[in-house]
């Protein structure tokens, strides 16, 4: 059974910083991708970042030259820094991963997800 624990949230200052963490356990054979979304009091889900297998990521406009999504393979961790931020970055942030079997095929499709963590940017 894989398992996804973020860690990391709080409340900041607009104009400072945050470091998620996203710890995976379980049998973990095949990696696809990670991501990163987030829920804001009122709104839809969106999606914040990702990283796939090959390398390649994405960030919401919002986002980009703010945050920055990593992985550390060797600890299973994924990591969202998050700089400069504002007060409409608060939300609640969930971790997903895309993950499988030896021959599990990769469908660009999160098959898990964390319980989430509150971020919280006052003014």
């Known amino acids: 059974q894989v398992q996804l624990v973020e860690s990391g949230g709080g409340t900041v200052q607009a104009g400072g910083f945050l470091k998620l963490a996203c710890s995976v356990s379980?049998?973990?054979?095949?990696?696809?991708?990670m991501a990163w979304y987030r829920r804001a009091p009122g709104k839809e889900r969106e999606l914040v970042s990702s990283?796939?297998?090959?390398?390649?990521?994405r960030y919401a406009e919002s986002v980009k030259s703010r945050f920055t999504i990593s992985q550390d393979t060797a600890k299973n961790t994924s990591y969202l820094q998050m700089n400069s931020l504002k007060t409409e970055d608060t939300a609640v942030y969930y971790c997903?991963?895309?993950?499988?079997?030896?021959?599990?095929?990769?469908?660009?499709?999160?098959?898990?997800w964390g319980q989430g963590t509150q971020v919280t940017v006052s003014s």
């Open positions: 379980g049998n973990i054979f095949r990696r696809c991708g």
């Open positions: 997903a991963a895309e993950m499988g079997s030896k021959y599990y095929l990769c469908t660009n499709q999160y098959n898990y």
């Open positions: 990283v796939r297998s090959d390398g390649i990521t």
